[in-house]
């Protein structure tokens, strides 16, 4: 386990993915870890299957560097993914150090992290695929089992700290949680906040 080294809970990596995780060729670095318990999430039956393998910045580097081509010729890089990435700020930090500035970082996050966290995360991450669930928040306590609170804080602070062209809010329809009306207030409420860049998707229940 983490002795306190700078680790990352890596469950796999996904390489050559294009235009689902940010710019460009990207692959996907699933980690474990997250505060929320989402009725339909598919992490946690991954992690049934698989344990994390705990890895440095220079094991992930050295492990993602064969497609250094392909993302500087395309402007990718890796995606932080699978559970919650801004958990691990601190190691996302540290490989921008060892990558440098070539490769594009994008984080998947719930945003249901410490402030703290995302404040580290600001000056490593390039791209937020800002997963939002719904901005009501008694679906959100429903669906997630947690309170929506640090979230509205979290978009407030991601909101005032960088362009709204590096933020991309997904919207879901959470089959049997929310309604098309649900996703159109939370819109709304994240249009006002200044967030333009907007993906509205249907979960699917395997
Ligand atoms: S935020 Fe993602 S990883 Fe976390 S419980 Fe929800 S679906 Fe699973």
Same mark, same amino acid.
């Given at each position: 386990?983490?002795?306190? /080294?700078?680790?990352?809970?890596?469950?796999?990596? /996904?390489? $050559?993915?294009?235009?689902?995780?940010?710019?460009?060729?990207?692959?996907?670095?699933?980690?474990?870890?997250? +505060?929320?318990?989402?009725?339909?999430? $598919?992490?946690?039956?991954?992690?049934?299957?698989?344990?994390?393998?705990?890895?440095?910045?220079?094991?992930? #580097?050295?492990?993602?560097?064969?497609? @250094?081509?392909?993302?500087?010729?395309?402007?990718?890089?890796?995606?932080?993914?699978?559970?919650?990435?801004?958990?691990?700020?601190?190691?996302?930090?540290? #490989?921008?150090? &060892?990558?440098?500035?070539?490769?594009?970082?994008?984080?998947?996050?719930?945003?249901? %992290?410490?402030?703290?966290?995302?404040?580290?995360?600001?000056?490593?991450?390039?791209?937020? $695929? %800002?997963?939002? &669930?719904? $901005? @009501?928040?008694?679906?959100?306590?429903?669906?997630?089992?947690? @309170?929506?609170?640090?979230?509205?804080?979290?978009? &407030?602070?991601?909101?005032?700290? %960088?362009? +709204?062209?590096?933020?991309?809010?997904?919207?879901?329809?959470?089959?049997?949680?929310? @309604?098309?009306?649900?996703?159109?207030?939370?819109?709304?409420?994240?249009?006002?906040?200044?967030?333009?860049?907007?993906?509205?998707?249907?979960?699917?229940?395997?």
């Amino acid at each position: 386990m983490n002795n306190g /080294e700078n680790l990352y809970p890596l469950l796999q990596l /996904e390489r $050559l993915r294009m235009e689902t995780d940010g710019p460009g060729v990207t692959t996907l670095v699933a980690g474990a870890g997250c +505060p929320l318990k989402c009725v339909y999430c $598919l992490n946690k039956r991954i992690l049934k299957e698989k344990t994390p393998e705990w890895v440095t910045p220079d094991e992930l #580097f050295r492990r993602t560097c064969i497609d @250094d081509l392909y993302f500087q010729a395309t402007g990718g890089g890796l995606c932080f993914g699978g559970g919650e990435s801004l958990l691990h700020a601190r190691f996302i930090s540290a #490989f921008r150090e &060892k990558c440098g500035d070539a490769w594009k970082l994008t984080a998947e996050t719930s945003l249901h %992290v410490p402030a703290v966290q995302l404040k580290t995360a600001i000056g490593a991450v390039d791209h937020y $695929l %800002v997963d939002i &669930k719904t $901005l @009501d928040p008694d679906i959100y306590r429903k669906y997630t089992g947690a @309170d929506l609170d640090p979230v509205l804080h979290n978009l &407030k602070l991601l909101a005032g700290a %960088v362009l +709204p062209e590096r933020v991309t809010v997904r919207i879901p329809l959470i089959p049997s949680y929310n @309604d098309e009306a649900d996703r159109r207030r939370s819109e709304g409420l994240l249009a006002a906040m200044g967030f333009t860049t907007f993906d509205f998707f249907t979960y699917r229940i395997l």
